[in-house]
């Protein structure tokens, strides 16, 4: 059969095949080594090196995510990381990307991106957490920042590829983006094959002439690919209870599909009524007292809240809910409390500041 590669398409039957995970490039030398041996190949040394039909890259720093387990509620972190060496998906707008999720294919718009295998690290308590790292092309790092409906996107993405191939279940709607740290302990080397890159290039309608060269550097053979030095055609028999299995992903994705659909739908259309307010201690600002009605949500699971150094950000994707604005304060994240009172619809958030230095 096909392995996975490294790249995560937006349809939950595609991430099933179409996701590798990062392996350390010495232990798939070890791992030759020995299966050549076993087999009594020792004829030529030069044949235990592994067939370099994929790059090791070390990606750059972007953001850390903090998300909590569902089921123990433990902290899960996110290195999210850039490397040139992963494509970009094709440039499309807010608008065309909400088209293409309300339409009858939403698997058409992909996202490349290279995932790691969950690690355990330490937090700042010294605390031991799991944290995994997920490498994706700097232009459309770029974009997710920018934009609310991309970010939305790729962490239903995210959750979705996490839940499928680790069994992590996250409670995305709690994630937070940290704002003092770009990642959490180290991150770590990605190998990107080549055959994934000319696959997503390839699948651009309009390519540039970089992309054009691109191809023409990698070579473009698409009828087979290399697997450990066998070649393997595309096209290969599927027993019939692949089919069922792969016919069960895809009504499972349509189902996931229409909720994401739904909430991007409404995202960012509404700005709450609310209150914010200074408590003052020798003249001086010590805490913002901000008060939110969200008469649409029942839950604080549909809620979420962001407070940056400088930003408060409040978001509720399921009914259309967003709030984002600068003040003039250095804000105290770690200390920030948040209520939501189910009766009266209310989100009381309690910001200690910083004393101006």
């Not at 473009?220 to 209870?241: D, H, M, R, W, Y």
């Not at 699971?301 to 304060?329: A, C, P, Q």
């Amino acid at each position: 059969m096909m392995q996975p590669t490294n790249f995560l398409d937006a349809d939950n039957s595609l991430i099933q095949q179409n996701l590798r995970f990062v392996r350390n490039e010495v232990e798939d030398e070890l791992n030759q080594y020995f299966s050549c041996a076993q087999s009594g190949d020792t004829t030529n040394s030069s044949s235990l090196a592994p067939p370099r039909d994929y790059k090791i890259v070390q990606p750059k720093p972007g953001v850390c995510i903090k998300s909590f387990k569902t089921n123990s509620n433990e902290k899960f972190f996110i290195n999210v990381c850039q490397t040139d060496e992963i494509p970009a998906p094709e440039d499309i707008t807010e608008e065309e990307l909400a088209e293409i999720l309300q339409s009858e294919a939403p698997s058409s718009f992909r996202i490349p991106m290279s995932i790691s295998d969950p690690r355990t690290t330490k937090d700042k308590s010294n605390n031991s957490v799991d944290v995994c790292d997920i490498a994706i092309n700097p232009k459309f790092f770029v974009k997710v920042q920018k934009s609310f409906l991309f970010k939305d996107f790729f962490m239903a993405l995210i959750a979705e590829a996490l839940n499928d191939k680790y069994n992590v279940q996250l409670k995305i709607e709690k994630s937070i983006i940290l704002q003092n740290r770009k990642f959490i302990g180290a991150l770590v080397q990605h190998r990107v094959r080549n055959n994934d890159v000319k696959t997503v290039i390839s699948s651009y309608k309009q390519p540039t002439e970089a992309d054009k060269m691109k191809l023409k550097e990698l070579g473009q053979t698409s009828a087979e690919f290399v697997s450990g030095g066998k070649k393997i055609p595309l096209i290969q028999e599927v027993e019939a209870s692949e089919v069922d299995i792969l016919k069960q992903k895809t009504e499972n994705f349509k189902e996931n599909s229409s909720k994401i659909k739904q909430d991007i739908s409404l995202a960012g259309t509404t700005e709450p009524e609310f209150k914010l307010r200074a408590k003052l201690c020798e003249n001086k600002v010590e805490e913002l007292l901000a008060e939110f009605y969200l008469p649409k949500c029942i839950s604080s699971h549909e809620i979420t809240l962001d407070v940056g150094e400088d930003r408060i950000l409040l978001e509720s994707m399921r009914h259309g809910y967003m709030f984002d604005k600068f003040v003039n304060y250095s804000l105290n994240q770690e200390r920030t409390r948040a209520i939501f009172d189910k009766t009266n619809k209310m989100l009381q958030v309690r910001i200690p500041t910083y004393p101006v230095q």
